[in-house]
């Protein structure tokens, strides 16, 4: 199995308590991403929602991370570092990306929110990275291969006119933030692992609006497209179940 660890149903239930509070504060952030806020303050308002509700915030240290969430604005992808200087304004593409443990099993998930009115292309850019996501999830099936998820995403992105990052991937999930497998966001089908009941995924499109390509800024952790243009990333952790894909990180 490639080191994948499979989830019994009492770690399942964790995680599944775990994705729901997590998903109810990022929810509450609809009224709190507006024109004028710093990223540092949504940051520290996520980690105190989280503390106050059981949830620990594993991105704070994580490989030396100081921050409890990735605040990552227009043309950047992922793993932007909040910012008292970064103030939003009007027309703001914002990704927010957070990692809760509750009773020591992660859950992660990614959500979009535009500040005030937004470009027509940013709109079409992240519906079409929902759009993306949701069709993976429902490739998350017992039978299926792990490479049915990340063509899934690539067919549906590219048809939109997009282009699918290569440089980072979604992966396994439970104890630890990142386990096997790696999930791609690219690939043919009907290859890798086969999914089987009680594998846990963090199943993550990151899109751009012209090349895939991305650069890493000098802190060690903004990524950026190479170009300039926008980018879109959107994420849910789920479960394989007989039943289906159940997504842990929604409400």
């Not at 009115?117 to 039978?143: F, M, N």
Request: aromatic content about 6%.
């Amino acid at each position: 199995m490639s080191g994948i660890i499979i989830k019994n149903k009492h770690t399942i239930e964790k995680m599944r308590i775990g994705g729901k509070l997590l998903a109810q504060i990022m929810h509450e952030m609809h009224g709190e991403v507006v024109e004028g806020v710093s990223t540092f303050h949504l940051d520290a308002l996520i980690e105190s929602k989280m503390r106050q509700v059981g949830l620990k915030p594993v991105c704070k240290g994580y490989a030396g991370y100081k921050f409890a969430t990735c605040i990552s604005l227009n043309d950047v992808v992922v793993h932007g570092v909040p910012s008292k200087e970064i103030i939003l304004k009007s027309g703001d593409f914002v990704k927010i990306d957070v990692v809760g443990s509750y009773k020591n099993y992660c859950v992660d998930m990614a959500r979009y929110f535009f500040v005030g009115e937004v470009a027509q292309i940013t709109e079409k850019l992240a519906r079409s990275a929902q759009k993306a996501l949701d069709l993976a999830i429902s490739k998350a099936t017992v039978g299926n291969r792990l490479s049915d998820i990340s063509s899934c995403v690539q067919e549906t992105v590219e048809k939109d006119g997009f282009g699918v990052v290569r440089d980072f991937a979604g992966h396994g999930i439970g104890k630890s933030i990142h386990e096997a497998p790696d999930v791609p966001n690219y690939g043919s089908p009907g290859q890798g692992p086969v999914l089987r009941e009680g594998m846990v995924l963090a199943i993550e499109p990151m899109i751009t609006q012209h090349s895939y390509e991305v650069k890493v800024m000098p802190d060690g952790w903004t990524a950026k497209t190479v170009d300039g243009g926008l980018a879109a990333h959107v994420e849910d952790t789920v479960v394989i179940t007989e039943q289906g894909p159940e997504v842990l990180t929604r409400l």
